[in-house]
């Protein structure tokens, strides 16, 4: 049976462990999303009641993490890494918890989120180009994957900014994330094509 909790320290690993899985060899041989959310956790910007699991019984088989970033000077709120099982995906999984994490950030009283991300995908949810909402990252570039949403009305409309996420996504130590990955089942490395990462 499939449900959707918040994240807790239960899960902590099996849920690294599904976001390694998720990112394998999609943007570069081997991943690094798994180590991020390991980070992330001890970052400030992180926000655990934004942060959910989807169980098959009592087994992770997708994931979503909140963080706090910065549009101009306002506290937004963003999502990432989001991943699903490869065995699980295509099941409608990760949309159930993109629609649970706007629904609780709308709750809390986040007045937007901004996210990057894949941009045939997330318009579903309501999120529109970087472009119509005049959304800059904070070296001033623009490009497709870069969306937003209102979660409260208008708050967009004549506010073209910068966005800014936490600096936790920034600089990830290569040598620590081969590190970590000793903690995990050993995965092949293989070089495919639509990876962009060195």
Known sequence: MLRIIKETKKYYHQAEECIQRAFWNVYMPGCEEHYLVHKMRNSPNYVSNLS?????ND?????????????????????????????YQHQGIGGMLVQEFIKEAKKIGYKAVVITGVPE?????????????????????QFPALMGLEL???YFDNNPGI???????????RNEVEKYNSLFPPLEKKILPGQWKK
């Open 52 to 56: 959910f699991l989807a169980l098959d």
């Open 59 to 87: 087994y992770v088989v997708g994931a979503i993490y909140g963080s706090i970033a910065k549009y101009n000077s306002d506290d937004i709120i963003t999502f990432g890494p989001l991943g699903v099982d490869p065995k």
């Open 121 to 141: 995908y997330y318009p579903r949810f309501g999120f529109q180009d970087c472009y119509k909402l005049g959304i800059r990252m904070d070296d001033g570039t």
């Open 152 to 154: 409260e009305k208008g």
């Open 163 to 173: 966005f800014k996420e936490a600096a936790v996504f920034f600089g990830l130590d």
